[in-house]
């Protein structure tokens, strides 16, 4: 018996021998049959089939690890890939070891325990890792160069772990290792780079069965082992070698336990995360669509389907999206040239590495909204239906810029548009309409009636503009429109646009008439819309001053005008706050005995700047903002409590306005007046123009029958200048008749004056209605009155009109009601 060291071993292995130097020992002859009939003696079936059955054993959970590094993250593939390295080392190192145990048990063999556990490493260093890094890699050709490496590093293990014999030498064949090499990386080869759909698990194992057990065996089959004999059985001399083994064998058991175990529980978890995420991917809003990076379809649910009109059994995973495009176009009825533009899309989408997000509009009306997000192996597109959503914009768009009763454009849509036409330099002209007793109309047969006449209004207003002109509605019963064109051309376009309006409408059983009034301005006389919508304001303005149911353009000076108003407005307010209105009084001298049996009280108003301001001037902008009702109500107060001071034979006349006289706080001012100053109603006489009169005969008529039950005197201020008529000295509860100045003046140079005059006079006289003449300014005059009949006169001659010397009361109380 001699011993060599198992590293010497281990190196002689490497030294090239000849296939004829094979050294022969105890009669064994040479030959193929020699090697095969030493090969079948020198093995315990045994140890044979265990060691086939750990191959096989260790090849299954190769495969198993295999699997599920293959369907596992990108994280946690690492940890199977390390325990592929391991069992695939271990299983092999096993098989080695446990048919060792049966190989020439007639010797007496030893084991190096250094080289053995080197053995163990250079196993799973050597033929694990390259078949790890195998499983990693795309290319069928990396695959099958790894998986040769690996059925290489097979023979490494034989040929260490052949090393790690002691008490026996040994020759190989060259050329039978050589051939366990080929089988073994040829086998492995195959094992890694088979295509996936002939790599049967059954498939895969059996390669990897064949590549250890070919590799072992045939080598073994052309190894020599010279020894010292054993008569006997010594269990004892390979104990070393059984531990080992066993050692390995329960390492594969217990690792194919945990793994198992650990695999069926990731299966049973993968499951059920399946069944969620199936559950989810088929039950949500949207659509879904994963595309690798070589344009396959991986994903998709229902919700897709359902979207782009597709029968579910019209799309398969695994096939192209060139083929799910051109079915998606067939079911919507997209040619060709669209179904190419759609590929190209999506091409472009995946080629970005961001996200892009486009939307879709299909011809039935619907569209998508569809959101592609690039990833490493493709891109994932989602699908979402925002056809209600951008339906529901539209109709708050429209609602932003359109009147939700008429349809027509509002007053956000109008300045918009006149914005983009002025900055476009188009020439265009502003029509503002306000519609006349529209709101009798409203309050007399109700909102409903006036809603019906708004868009009968506004439809009519379209027929007459047409298709050129722009036509909106600001609010209530006021309207715009804008035409192309100067100011002059819409002048002419406003008469037509009058006339419409003013035709009747009719509701049911209903006819209602109204009118309109116009400003016009022109987009050249502004620099911006807001500009020029105050200007055709101004304009209205103007109109409705003059009468109403007529047009007015906007001519320079005009917003002049209306800021001086709003000053002298603004003034009237702090002269009643401060006390700088007072009364003058104009004495009314009768006929009869030549004696002042009265005064009118005049208003008088001086300005601190302005001067001295004339009734004429801020009397009508009084009436028209309504400041004529706390004035008239300090008027009467005032000229009351100076009354009181008078003889008892002389009454005091005041002017009430029109505006004042309709006021429903009339009534209560005049006895307010009459109670503060304590003045007997008698001595009060009221002045009403003829035009204040005929506004409104019911109302005026009950108002003066309130009054004259009282003991308040009435008179009709200007008789023959307003609406006259004999039916309103017959109807209305008059005391006196005043004859306006203009015929006193022109009556001894003009006889229609003349006429006049006398008829007045003779009809008071009939009708038991005493008369005054206004204006009196010389003797002429007089006389002419005298001889006439009339009952007093009043004028310069008799007596201009002027300022008490008694204090005046303060205006502020009277201003704050």
């Known amino acids: 018996m001699y011993e060599i060291s198992g590293l010497r071993k281990a190196l002689d292995f490497f030294i090239p021998l000849s296939l004829n130097n094979i050294c022969t020992c105890d009669a064994y002859g040479d030959g193929m049959p020699t090697i095969l009939t030493k090969f079948v003696d020198s093995q315990a079936l045994s140890f044979v089939l265990a060691a086939a059955t750990i191959c096989a054993f260790s090849a299954w959970l190769l495969v198993c690890l295999i699997r599920q590094a293959e369907s596992s993250s990108r994280a946690a593939r690492r940890s199977w890939m390390a325990g592929i390295a391991v069992v695939a080392g271990t299983g092999v190192w096993t098989t080695h070891f446990v048919a060792m145990l049966g190989y020439r048990t007639d010797l007496v063999l030893s084991y190096h325990l250094g080289t053995t556990v080197l053995s163990a490493v250079a196993a799973i260093i050597t033929v694990g ?53 080929l089988i073994g990386a040829t086998s492995m080869a195959l094992a890694c780079g088979l295509p996936k759909r002939s790599n049967t698990p059954l498939v895969t194992g059996g390669l990897i069965v064949a590549a250890v057990c070919g590799t072992h065996f045939v080598s073994i089959a052309g190894t020599v082992l010279v020894g010292e004999q ?33 695999a069926k529980r990731f299966e049973t978890q993968e499951a059920a995360h399946a069944r969620v995420l199936a559950t989810a991917l088929q039950n949500m809003s949207n659509g879904i669509l994963k595309v690798s990076a070589g344009e396959v379809v991986e994903l998709y649910n229902a919700r897709l389907c359902a979207m782009l009109n597709l029968a579910p059994s019209s799309v398969v995973r695994g096939m192209s999206l060139t083929a799910f495009l051109e079915r998606a176009g067939h079911a919507n009825a997209w040619d060709e040239d669209r179904v190419g533009r759609v590929l190209a899309n999506h091409r472009v989408w995946m080629a970005k590495d961001c996200e892009t997000q486009v939307e879709h509009n299909f011809d039935d009306g619907r569209v998508l909204s569809i959101n592609c997000q690039p990833i490493e192996d493709g891109a994932v597109l989602t699908f979402d239906d925002v056809t209600r959503v951008k339906q529901a914009q539209r109709e708050i768009s429209h609602l932003a810029y359109h009147d939700p009763l008429t349809g027509l454009a509002n007053r956000r849509s109008l300045m918009e548009h006149m914005t983009q036409a002025q900055g476009a330099k188009q020439p265009f002209t ?51 429109v804008v035409v192309q064109g100067d100011a002059s051309a819409a002048m002419a376009l406003t008469e037509h646009v009058i006339a419409g309006i003013e035709k009747p409408y009719t509701f049911d059983d209903l006819t209602v008439v109204i009118g309109c009034s116009i400003g016009v301005c022109g987009a050249q006389d502004t620099s ?20 109403r149911g007529r047009a007015a353009r906007y001519t320079p000076g005009m917003i002049e005008t209306i800021a001086e108003r709003n000053l002298l407005e603004n003034d009237i307010r702090i002269a009643l706050a401060k006390n700088q209105f007072h009364l003058a009084y104009q004495p009314i001298m009768a006929l009869t005995d030549d004696d002042t049996v009265g005064f009118e009280a005049l208003i008088r108003w001086q300005h601190p700047t302005r001067g001295f301001v004339s009734p004429a001037t801020f009397i009508p902008l009084a009436e028209e903002t309504g400041l004529i009702v706390p004035i008239g109500q300090w008027v009467l107060e005032e000229a009351c409590r100076q009354a009181t001071t008078w003889p008892a ?14 006021s429903p706080l009339i009534l209560a001012h005049v006895t307010a007046a009459l109670a503060k100053s304590g003045l007997l109603a008698s001595r009060l006489e009221i002045e009403l123009t003829e035009t204040a009169l005929v506004e409104d005969g019911q109302q005026i008529a009950h108002t003066l029958s309130a009054l004259r039950q009282l003991g308040i005197k009435i008179a009709m201020d200007d008789f023959g200048t307003g ?40 009809m008071g006289r009939d009708m038991s209605i005493p008369t005054l003449a206004e204006g009196v300014e010389d003797a002429d005059q007089l006389d002419l009155l005298r001889k006439l009949g009339c009952d007093a006169v009043q004028g310069y001659l008799i007596g201009r009109p002027e300022r008490p010397t008694s204090v005046l009361p303060s205006a502020t109380n009277i201003c704050a009601a």
């Open 723 to 762: 609406y006259s008529s004999l039916a309103h000295l017959r109807n209305l509860p008059l005391d006196r008749i005043k004859i306006d100045r203009s015929f006193v003046a022109a009556a001894l140079t003009d006889k229609h004056s003349m006429a006049v005059l006398k008829a007045i006079t003779q």
């Open 649 to 662: 034979n002389q009454h005091v006349a005041v002017n009430v306005s029109a505006v004042q006289f309709r």
């Open 528 to 547: 911006s819309a807001e500009d020029l919508m105050q200007r055709a304001d101004i304009a209205l303005y103007e109109a409705k001053r003059h009468g």
């Open 230 to 262: 054993v008569d006997r059985l010594l269990p004892g001399m390979q104990v070393t070698l059984s531990i080992l083994a066993a050692t390995g064998a329960a390492t594969l058991l217990l690792g194919s336990f945990l793994v198992l175990s650990a």
């Open 129 to 181: 890792v390259p078949l790890a890094i195998a499983n990693t890699l795309a290319g069928v050709w990396t695959r099958s160069v790894a998986g040769a490496a690996s059925g290489f590093g097979i023979a490494v293990m034989h040929i260490t772990g052949m090393a790690a014999l002691e008490g026996c030498g040994q020759t190989q064949s060259v050329g039978l290792n050589l051939v366990a090499c």
């Open 430 to 480: 502003l029509l503002l309409i306000d519609l006349d007793r529209f709101k009798a109309v409203n309050d007399t047969f109700g909102h409903g009636v006036g809603d019906r006449l708004l868009v009968d209004v506004a439809v009519r207003l379209r027929e007459l503009v047409g298709e050129t002109g722009f036509v909106s509605r600001l609010g209530g019963d006021e309207m715009a």
